[in-house]
């Protein structure tokens, strides 16, 4: 078994790390028990709303309209199905969505800080998202968050068929990317983070290194450039069969474009505000 805690000389297998995680997630779960109460955001109901006519037949882009990619909008087929009409949906989703990212931030820091870091890392991610409110329950960010560590796991896991896992961490970025075309920020860290050897890094003279050898690192990326790009092609072609392509091109390739950049043309003193934003965060 892959023993996370290796690089930072101890394991997220021991009796001790187990403690720290479930008394991480219990603080967890207690933290974001309020977010069964939230209404549902503007944001959220629109996601609802365009997820029930996807499954009464309706066409994306062109018989509903939004300028979000469409993994949002597809993802919340399966929640409004099983779950229906009722305000508690968002909160809940959101719920299992927070207990799932702490408990991957919690084993990604147990990695490199241990388990005690890792617990206080999965305790004030969970504070700092729950405190943002209903607004940011079930968005796009946090699902996309769980596939890039999905995708991390995969390659950072030892075990037998790594090309195999290298592809589906590929298929888990793609799908990423129709969440959120930012997704691809991730890639850098994907690619090099799961292979890093950073006992090199504690040396009198650091360095970086990887754990296995170049030719191997090459192999695995490439067909991790695979899975994402065949996820990425195999969306397009969905909507090119279907006919909606154009309608799909115009609101991805021109409107939403045009969207992103009126936060920089209509917001005085730009840099100053992202700076803002960044220290709230």
């Given at each position: 078994m892959h023993?996370?805690?290796a690089?930072?000389?101890?394991s997220?297998?021991?009796?001790?790390?187990r403690?720290w995680m479930?008394a991480a997630?219990a603080a967890?779960?207690i933290?974001?028990?309020?977010?069964l109460?939230?209404?549902i955001?503007?944001?959220q109901?629109?996601?609802?709303?365009?997820?029930?006519?996807l499954l009464k037949?309706?066409h994306?882009y062109?018989?509903?309209w939004?300028?979000k990619?469409?993994?949002?909008?597809?993802l919340?087929?399966?929640?409004?199905?099983?779950?229906?009409?009722?305000?508690?949906l968002v909160?809940s989703?959101?719920?299992l969505?927070?207990t799932?990212a702490?408990?991957?931030?919690?084993?990604?820091?147990?990695r490199?800080l241990?388990?005690?870091?890792?617990a206080l890392?999965a305790v004030?991610?969970a504070?700092?998202?729950n405190r943002?409110g209903?607004?940011?329950?079930?968005?796009?960010e946090?699902?996309?968050?769980?596939?890039?560590?999905?995708?991390?796991?995969?390659?950072a896991r030892?075990?037998?068929r790594?090309?195999w896992?290298?592809?589906?961490?590929?298929?888990?970025l793609?799908?990423a990317?129709?969440?959120?075309?930012?997704?691809?920020?991730f890639?850098?860290?994907?690619v090099f983070?799961p292979y890093l050897?950073t006992s090199?890094?504690d040396?009198?003279?650091p360095?970086?290194?990887?754990?296995?050898?170049?030719r191997?690192?090459f192999?695995?990326?490439a067909?991790?450039?695979?899975?994402l790009?065949a996820?990425?092609?195999?969306?397009?072609?969905?909507?090119r069969i279907s006919?909606?392509?154009?309608?799909?091109?115009e609101?991805?390739?021109?409107?939403l474009?045009r969207y992103g950049a009126?936060?920089?043309e209509r917001?005085?003193?730009y840099?100053l505000?992202?700076?803002?934003?960044v220290?709230?965060?």
């Open positions: 023993m996370l805690g690089t930072s000389g101890g997220v297998t021991s009796r001790n790390s403690v479930i997630m967890v779960v933290l974001s028990l309020p977010n109460q939230y209404p955001g503007r944001d109901a629109t996601y609802c709303v365009i997820a029930d006519s037949g309706k994306l062109l018989d509903l939004d300028n990619p469409p993994g949002i909008f597809y919340y087929v399966p929640i409004v199905k099983m779950l229906g009409r009722t305000t508690w909160g989703v959101d719920l969505c927070v799932a702490a408990l991957a931030t919690f084993y990604f820091c147990a490199y241990g388990p005690q870091a890792a890392a004030l991610y504070y700092w998202h943002k209903y607004i940011n329950a079930a968005q796009p946090i699902f996309m968050g769980l596939l890039v560590f999905a995708a991390f796991f995969l390659l030892d075990g037998p790594p090309k896992r290298s592809f589906v961490a590929g298929l888990a793609g799908a990317f129709w969440i959120k075309y930012n997704a691809l920020a890639l850098p860290l994907v983070l050897d090199r890094l040396l009198h003279s360095r970086a290194g990887l754990t296995l050898p170049w191997s690192w192999a695995r990326t067909t991790l450039l695979g899975g790009a996820t990425i092609a195999g969306v397009l072609a969905c909507f006919g909606v392509w154009p309608e799909m091109k609101v991805q390739f021109e409107v474009p009126m936060v920089i917001t005085p003193h840099f505000w992202a700076l803002r934003q220290n709230f965060n």
